[in-house]
Each structure stands twice: as C-alpha cells, then as structure tokens.
C-alpha cells in the first residue's frame, strides 16, 4: 500500500466560523431540507457526492455534519474516498489509519474513529490508500461497517469520490438512506448532472436532492438561494 499525498487545498468548516453567518445558514436549511424530503424515514445515513472533482463535495459533507451536530445529533463523518482523500486535511488529525485498515482487518472498528473539535463529531479518514479501493468499498466488511455505525450515531455522512470519474460512490450509496448530489455553478454541464443522477438511481441509490455549490451573491442579496 502507499501513503497518501498531502493536499493544499483549504476547506473552509463555515458552520463554525463567524465570518459568513449567511452560508452557515444555508447548511442549516439543507439540513431541514433533508428531512422535509424523507418526512417518514430517519434520516440515518447520507451519501454526498458529485459528477467530478472539486465540486465543494467534501466541503459540504463537512459543513453538513457540523450542522447536524449543532442540533444535538450525534455525527460521524466518513471519507471514504480512498484515491484522493482530504477529511484528515480538513480536521487537521493523522491519516496514519482508517477505513481501509479497518477493512483489510488491520484495526478494530473503534480505532478507525477520531473524535475532534467539534462536539458530537467523529470521523473515520480514509486510511493508507489501497490499491483496490472499489473490492474494499464493496467489500462484506464495509456493510458491516455500515450497519455496525448506524447502531452508534444519529447520522452518518459518507463523503464519496466524484461519480462520474470512479464507480466508488455507486457502492456506497445503495447501502444508504439518502443521496445528494453536489453541483458547482458554472462548472458542471446540464449533461453530466443527469448523468451522475441516473449513474446513481441506476445503482438502486435515494438521490433526495442537488446542492447547487458556488453560485456567486449579488451585493444587494439578502434572501435565500
């Protein structure tokens, strides 16, 4: 196996900054978007995801997680991008082990999880990158790990490869309770966000809704978007 690449690319955790109070509102409205799109399922486990990379899919499954947690909601937070992951550079901890040493039987389920800042927050980083990532991801042992978690925390968030480049996230998202779908504005053609939805309801995925993620305010905005 090799170690995973360090990244420079910064992630803004908005839910917890004071300096965009609007945004962090936004996430709280997505959050109660969430469960006015499944009024009679609990909302256990979301896959967030996108047709390509650097969509702001990672930032929103963070920022999405933090806002639950700011309702009281225990949270775990999983990257389970195991070819280019980043929830270790956005929480600022060790991407020594995680999911796929859990998955190849190196470490018990309870050591791949890392508690942070962020109060009823944990996360499970990637791990060392696999040469196999879409076996492990579809492997037996990461159902378990699905049905293992759920038992342990309010929500779950999977934060999963881009879905037009790899099948990862098709793995993941059947065995969840809910999908969405990350699209950056004036980035990602009409085109390939159909594709990545039917890419992703093909797979037996819930796609509940599409976050629309870089759309530039007017000076005078003061409303939702």
Partial sequence: MKRNKKTTERINLITVERKNKQIAEQFRSIRSNIYFAMPKSKTKTIVVTSPHSRDGKTMTAANLAIAFCQEGKKVLLVDTDLRRPSIQNVFRVPNHYGLSNYLVDQIKLNDSITSTFITNLDIVTSGIIPPNPAELLGSAQMSH????VINMYDVVIFDTPPI???????????Q???????VRAKKNEVEDVQKAKEQLQFAGANVIGAILNGKKQSKDYSGYY
């Fill in 164 to 174: 037009l480049v790899v099948t990862d996230a098709n793995l993941i998202a059947n």
């Fill in 145 to 148: 790990f699905i049905t293992t």
């Fill in 176 to 182: 969840c309770s809910a999908t969405l779908l990350v």
